[in-house]
């Protein structure tokens, strides 16, 4: 703590949210593994494919959702089609680009593993939260998430010229 003032530093605050954000992350996926015999990953290329429009998203628009790069994903989706979780086909509307599609047995799998997940994140880090530090939560990871994501697209295009 800075002694002038009482409160942290702003290298300890990024030390404690790193820190923090990591060790979360990892009880998550080891308890979801365990619950739901999936990870996080896995789980989110799932849920994301759900909540989009026909279940279905190109791979690159998928790959920034997620934050994964593509070469990632392709290996992961490739992965999940092997288990019968998702199948990539031909986009209806651009025939040179490929989409993920979310499957019945997919569909099925995440509703297994959602309420668990859900359980997990309150009882990990929501539940121990007041309303006011949700809030500042949102203040800062919400923009944060935004431009980050922003940024990502403007890095694609520039890199297609």
Do not use: C
Not at 8 to 25: D, H, I, K, T, V
């Amino acid at each position: 703590m800075s002694a002038a003032r009482g409160r942290p530093s702003a290298s300890q605050a990024w030390r404690e949210y790193f820190e923090g954000s990591s060790l979360l992350e990892n009880e998550l996926e080891r308890r979801l593994k365990d619950a739901a015999d999936m990870d996080l990953g896995e789980f989110n290329i799932l849920l994301v494919l759900h909540e989009a429009e026909g279940s279905r998203m190109r791979m690159g628009d998928l790959a920034r959702a997620i934050a994964f790069a593509p070469g990632r994903l392709t290996y992961r989706v490739a992965a999940l089609e092997r288990s019968g979780l998702v199948r990539r086909e031909q986009s209806p509307t651009d025939r040179r680009g490929t989409e993920a599609v979310l499957t019945d047995a997919g569909r099925q799998r995440l509703r297994k593993a959602r309420p668990l997940h859900a359980r997990h994140v309150e009882e990990l880090f929501l539940g121990g939260l007041d309303d006011e530090a949700i809030a500042v939560l949102h203040r800062v990871f919400g923009p944060l998430r935004s431009s980050l994501l922003g940024r990502g697209a403007a890095d694609a295009s520039d890199a297609a010229e």
